[in-house]
């Protein structure tokens, strides 16, 4: 028979069950409340267009907020930011002077590639050579990619093997006296056997990636100018270099130097269809 314990003993039990449960429930508010207090928040700005927001992000005590810091062993990539003045829609066609346009829109493709990939960073001119042109027109043109306009437009040799008034054949390799075609950045000037040079760095594999092994630069040259192309029908011809007017050399020089791009063309098949600068830029890199 089960027997029931005194009512005194009965009620003590339940008064110690409801204290026992009221501290459980406090306990449980005050850890609630301590981790509000504590627990850190990290704001992260995200980034929409050209406007930003707070985003509030919770982390775990102890926890380490890592930085999204780019890799400085990989390119840097350009934003939109940096290659809007490559759009074609940029440039009034007045300012473009005697170049073709196909040849013209073909460099700030090519340009706005380069800058997207990482191969440079912030250029300020282009220079475009169009080697299809005969020599005795002038051929080069150097185009301001911040007001948009053209800087200057002059007669330019081509290389010795490469043919006579025109170029017609381009090389990479040392010793052939032939022009190369192809993308270039500009680097740093010195003073060699050719007077005020500047050095060129190729960046088309294949095409011109061996421009200063072939000591491939722009200078001045005595044979480059109206007079001789009256008397021999074509200016006179380089080792390989793009050579200029002794008159405006220097200053061509110094407005290129240090980090910008030199666009030489010429409609050759094979180039064109494997530059990684020309085409689909997006799948090349």
């Keep these: 028979m089960e027997v029931s314990p005194p009512r005194g003993k009965s009620n003590n039990l339940m008064s110690q069950r409801l204290k026992d449960a009221h501290r459980v429930c406090s306990l449980r508010v005050l850890l ?15 980034r929409s267009g050209n406007s930003s927001r707070p985003v509030e992000v919770l982390a775990p005590v102890g926890a380490q907020l890592v930085s999204a810091q780019p890799d400085p062993s990989l390119p840097a990539r350009a934003t939109t930011r940096e290659i809007v003045g490559f759009s074609r829609a940029d440039w009034n066609d007045t300012t473009l002077g005697t170049i073709d346009p196909k040849v ?3 460099a700030l493709g ?19 050579i169009d080697y299809s042109k005969p020599s005795t027109t002038d051929r080069l043109f150097v185009y301001n990619l911040r007001s948009h306009e053209l800087m200057y437009h002059e007669l330019v040799a081509h ?14 390799e040392p010793e ?44 001045g040259a005595p044979y480059v100018n109206t007079t001789f192309a009256k008397a021999q029908g074509r200016i006179g011809r380089s080792w ?15 407005t290129l130097k ?28």
């Design 32 to 46: 609630i409340v301590m981790s509000l207090i504590v627990l850190p928040s990290f704001t992260i700005l995200a």
């Design 104 to 106: 013209f829109e073909l």
């Design 110 to 128: 090519v340009a706005r590639c380069a800058v997207k990939s990482g191969a440079v960073k912030d250029p300020s001119t282009l220079t475009v």
């Design 159 to 172: 290389g010795m093997g490469s043919g006579d008034n025109y170029a017609t054949m381009f090389s990479n």
């Design 176 to 219: 052939t006296h032939r022009s190369s075609i192809g993308l270039f950045v500009t680097e740093d000037t010195y003073v060699g056997k050719n007077g005020y040079s500047l050095r060129l760095n190729g960046l088309d594999t294949g095409f011109n990636d061996r421009a200063r092994e072939r000591a491939i630069v722009m200078h």
């Design 240 to 254: 390989g270099c793009p050579a200029l007017r002794e008159a405006v050399a220097r200053q061509v020089i110094d």
């Design 258 to 285: 240090g980090g910008n791009l030199v666009f030489s063309y010429y409609p050759d098949e094979r180039w064109l269809s494997s530059s990684k600068y020309l085409g689909d830029c997006d799948a090349a890199n």
